[in-house]
């Protein structure tokens, strides 16, 4: 069985191809997505401008941005778990555990800066590694595997801060690293956004790890017939997945200046809605960096459009699920069209 062609890969779209027949349909299939993906955010942009005078002020532009940054984190890990086919539902809880810790190693402890912020990325990467090791080793389905690591996730990050708020008050530079401006008039935390964006596509397009990304999603086990360890690429697909959660989990505790063991519930599913928006199959194989961004913007303009219209919390979950729905069943269509 010659399974080699999975191998093959498309640094434009992010997407394997299968030969060169398929290349420009998937390169315009691709495109096509993230146009529409660009122009549901114009729509979006323009409405709710129409909608409300105070949407288009830069204190509120600013808040977009800033909330894009902490979904935008959570979507750029989560969509390489996506490509690959899986899931992960403990980004959300494994942002507040990750947010948990830098406080306990830079409050607490009273460890240097650099330390504790590094404390907090590798708590991400270990929990990315651990749901790696039950996927791929003990073969338990991602979204098992992962919705226990949420539960886990979430009750250590109450037990460990004692149900309690751990405020940086006196941490020098820590509120910076969200809310600096290195670029003057654009806070870090969008900035940290866009360097992890690049550094995203340059690992899914221009590496042997994006290329088994994709292999993987495309048909595990022909890529394993073709000598890929794939059990530990997942391993390692998921661990860069949990150290991207670590980062959005700095960034949330140095944006609100304290972390809060009690959020993080939800974001999960902003975030796997950013990504298939962008448009990445459910059902692996595919996915773009860019796609994600876009998708990530969408979300956050969404919710703040929704907010500056005084929309209650309760209708503004409706809207959120109505979008997941949607967004779902687009893919599934795109999926039927491929077939066909």
Do not use: H
Not at 190 to 211: D, E, P
Not at 230 to 258: H, Q
């Amino acid at each position: 069985m010659n399974a080699s062609p999975v191998l093959e890969g498309n640094p434009k779209t992010d997407q394997p191809v299968s030969g060169r027949s398929d290349n420009a349909l998937t390169f315009l299939r691709a495109k096509l997505q993230q146009s529409l993906a660009f122009g549901t955010l114009i729509v979006l942009v323009i409405f709710f401008s129409i909608a409300s005078e105070n949407f288009f002020q830069w204190s509120n532009i600013s808040s977009i941005l800033l909330a894009t940054a902490v979904i935008g984190i959570l979507a750029l890990g989560t969509t390489f778990v996506i490509i690959t086919g899986g899931i992960d539902l403990s980004i959300g809880t494994g942002m507040t555990l990750a947010a948990v810790m830098t406080g306990i190693f830079l409050v607490n402890m009273q460890l240097p800066l650099l330390v504790g912020v590094i404390g907090g990325l590798l708590t991400g990467a270990l929990m990315g590694f651990i749901n790696g090791v039950n996927i791929a080793i003990l073969k338990l389905p991602p979204f098992i595997a992962t919705l226990a690591m949420m539960m886990i996730a979430q009750g250590l990050a109450l037990v460990i801060s004692g149900v309690r708020p751990i405020y940086f008050s006196g941490v020098d530079g820590f509120k910076d690293i969200a809310l600096g401006t290195l670029i003057p008039g654009l806070p870090n935390a969008v900035l940290i956004l866009f360097i992890l964006a690049i550094v995203a596509y340059l690992l899914l397009s221009k590496t042997l790890f994006g290329r088994y990304t994709f292999a993987i999603g495309s048909n595990e086990e022909a890529t394993r017939l073709s000598g890929v360890n794939t059990r530990k690429w997942l391993i390692v697909v998921y661990t860069v997945a949990g150290l991207f959660t670590g980062f959005a989990g700095v960034v949330i505790a140095s944006r609100l200046d304290s972390a809060q063991p009690q959020i993080g519930m939800g974001y999960e599913l902003q975030a796997i809605a950013a990504v298939i928006i962008g448009g990445t199959s459910l059902l692996g194989g595919r996915g773009s960096i860019m796609g994600t961004v876009i998708g990530a913007l969408i979300m956050s303009v969404l919710i703040n459009g929704l907010r500056i219209m005084s929309i209650q919390t309760e209708w503004q979950n409706v809207v959120v699920g109505v979008v997941i729905l949607i967004a779902v069943f687009t893919d599934t269509l795109r999926q039927r069209r491929s077939a066909s």
